[in-house]
């Protein structure tokens, strides 16, 4: 049986659940912002995918969160990483990460001032307003540029792991992650 908690060998399976639920939710996350930005308004294909936005990016904030409390709960036990490649990896994990916190972050700032509100699976987080609050919008006016450089940063995560780590040096990095 495949245990929960990571070692220095591979990562636990907690830790890849949460790793690959997330790869799947982010690739559907970029996929409704990037219809959103190249259909036309009023596309059934970009309504239907923007529709769901708002919750996903939602659960993925709170998967982030969980998944960055259990990595820090298992940080002395995680595979690492070593070299200038080593720290490459780690500057570009917490790029990831800071972003994957700070990008929602300022969605729901924005969303605390909005006239609309907002809700998550129909639990009322803020309630609608009479007028916006200008400067709680502002916050998020970079929420798409960030969420941008997120998704490069991702695939850039993604072109290490298979390009470099198991296709070139055949290090076995990713089959820690695979499971």
Known sequence: MAT????????????????????????????????????????PVRDFFWSYHYTLGT??????LLRGIWGLANLRRRPVHFGLIGRAAAAGHLA?????????????????????????????????RETDIGW????????????WILAFLVLGHIVMA???????????SLKRMAG
Request: proline share 5%; aromatic share 12%.
């Open 4 to 43: 929960l908690y990571d070692s220095p060998d591979r990562y636990g399976l907690i830790t890849r659940i949460l790793h690959w639920g997330m790869a799947v939710l982010f690739a559907a996350q970029f996929l409704s912002a990037a219809l959103h930005w190249a259909l036309p308004r009023e596309h």
């Open 59 to 64: 659960t993925l904030f709170l998967l982030v």
């Open 96 to 128: 990831i990460y800071v972003l994957m916190v700070v990008v929602p972050t300022v969605r729901l700032v924005a969303a605390a001032g909005d006239k609309r509100g907002f809700s998550y699976l129909g639990i009322p987080i803020f309630p609608a």
């Open 136 to 147: 709680l919008k502002t916050v998020a006016e970079w929420h798409g540029e960030m969420g």
């Open 162 to 172: 298979v390009g470099w780590h198991h296709l070139i040096k055949r290090d076995g």
